[in-house]
């Protein structure tokens, strides 16, 4: 009896130990068992106790009256599913005459503790049917993207999301984008990890980063072209619209509108167009967004103008020509001047890292999301990458991306050098490459102090 208690005390410690310092182990291991008994037990009374309950239908009532039976309690929502998942778990339920999504996305809070569950989420998937997500433990705290992802043209995985699903960047469903955060935020991860997702595709890579270049020049090898100042990225915005322009014209040459041609294959945009005669499509990546707004005297306005024009012009017509926008800065408000509040309206998707005040937040989602501002200004500094996540629909997420350091950002990107695409109209903004790509990282030079 003696060995037996001291085994199960082990056995205890071992589990707690393994839950405190590896939750994603202790949760595919012993969590997910637990957690599937504790729902199915708990199920009825805790439905019941959270008011997503409905009485029993008049026909019920009167067959147990006829038969004398007991009267039929308060019913349900029906199982349809219970799946584990890596992270949590996935119910699925069949809603009652009478009730609505939203009162199963009210109760959610309710859900968690009663189900003892560390975040709960809920959407409707269709009329009368709700997928509730339940997530075991904290999926951001140390984010762990699955091996195994939906991967498609255009579409990047690059952050984690609360109920432990992943979240894409799909530029074919949102071509534009805009990404705000503070100083020490997470931006410039949350970048690293669009340029790592978009360096193994066929696609052309755009760069302005006006901090003389320290956060994208390194992976310029992937890169089509760069710009690190003002007027340069001035000329390679003019450039993209003239492509924008050509694009255009091939897209009308075969649009193939004759009477016999199907509906499906009539062409509107670039994906429309035969595989080879399709351009490659472009992804601007713009590092700090209020360098190119701001000005101090009049040739610099002009600068100004020109090119804020040459970005709503493309974030109003470039989707068709395959020309995607992928703006970032820490603030993007009519402070900015001119123009500014007509492209943030044609950035579709919207992503919050840590701000400093209330306006920074509205100015991402005051227009789409209004609840978003609240959980965007309640990010702590300490997390790092933490991020809100919506888009025009209204919808928000709260998003982490993994952290990606600089030099694997590097690799990634030297790696896959070769498919870097030389576009005519930007071959005057190529970078300028020296030394091999497998080159030694030079090691740091010892202090004074220590040498």
Not at 85 to 95: D, E, F, I, P, S
Not at 403 to 423: E, M
């Amino acid at each position: 009896m003696t060995a037996l208690t001291v085994a199960l005390v082990l056995v205890a410690a071992a589990v707690g130990v393994l839950r405190w310092r590896r939750p994603a182990w202790y949760w595919l291991t012993f969590g997910v068992t637990l957690a599937v008994v504790r729902v199915l037990v708990r199920y009825g009374s805790v439905m019941d106790a959270c008011g997503l309950t409905v009485p029993p239908a008049r026909w019920r009532l009167a067959l147990a009256r006829a038969t004398n039976r007991p009267i039929p309690g308060p019913r349900a929502p029906r199982i349809l599913r219970l799946r584990p998942t890596r992270t949590g778990l996935v119910l699925r339920l069949k809603l009652r005459p009478g009730q609505d999504a939203f009162d199963v996305a009210a109760a959610s809070d309710r859900l968690r503790h009663s189900f003892s569950m560390y975040g709960v989420t809920s959407r409707e998937l269709r009329s009368g049917v709700v997928e509730v997500r339940m997530t075991g433990y904290d999926v951001l705290k140390r984010v762990q993207m699955p091996a195994k992802t939906d991967t498609r043209p255009m579409r990047v995985p690059v952050a984690l999301r609360q109920d432990g699903s992943v979240h894409y960047r799909d530029y074919r469903a949102i071509p534009h984008a805009l990404t705000l955060g503070a100083t020490e935020s997470g931006k410039s991860v949350y970048q690293r990890n669009l340029v790592a997702g978009l360096a193994p595709m066929d696609v052309a890579l755009v760069g302005i980063d006006c901090k003389q270049g320290v956060e994208l020049f390194p992976l310029a090898r992937r890169f089509s072209a760069l710009a690190d100042d003002p007027d340069t990225a001035a000329d390679v915005l003019d450039a993209l619209v003239a492509r924008m322009g050509r694009i255009y014209q091939v897209v009308r040459a075969q649009q193939r509108i004759a009477a016999d041609v199907p509906d499906a294959e009539i062409a509107a945009d670039i994906w429309d167009l035969p595989t080879d005669l399709r351009p490659t499509p472009v992804v601007v990546l713009v590092d700090e967004v209020a360098e190119l707004a701001l000005y101090a005297n009049k040739e610099e306005e002009k600068r100004r103008d020109r090119v804020i024009t040459a970005l709503v012009r493309l974030a109003q017509l470039g989707r068709a020509a395959g020309i995607y926008l992928e703006i970032c800065g820490q603030r993007f408000g009519s402070e900015l001047g001119k123009g500014i509040t007509m492209l943030r309206a044609q950035l579709t998707g919207r992503t919050a890292h840590r701000v400093n005040d209330e306006t920074s937040a509205n100015m991402a989602f005051g227009d789409i999301a209004p609840d978003a501002v609240l959980a965007a200004i309640q990010i702590p500094a300490e997390m790092r990458g933490l991020a809100i996540a919506g888009d025009s629909s209204g919808g928000w997420h709260r998003i982490r991306a993994p952290h990606t350091s600089l030099r694997q950002a590097v690799n990634i990107c030297n790696r896959h050098a070769d498919r870097t695409p030389d576009l005519p109209e930007l071959a005057p903004f190529r970078p300028a490459l020296s030394g091999s790509a497998d080159a030694p990282v030079p090691a740091a030079k010892p202090s004074p102090a220590t040498a």
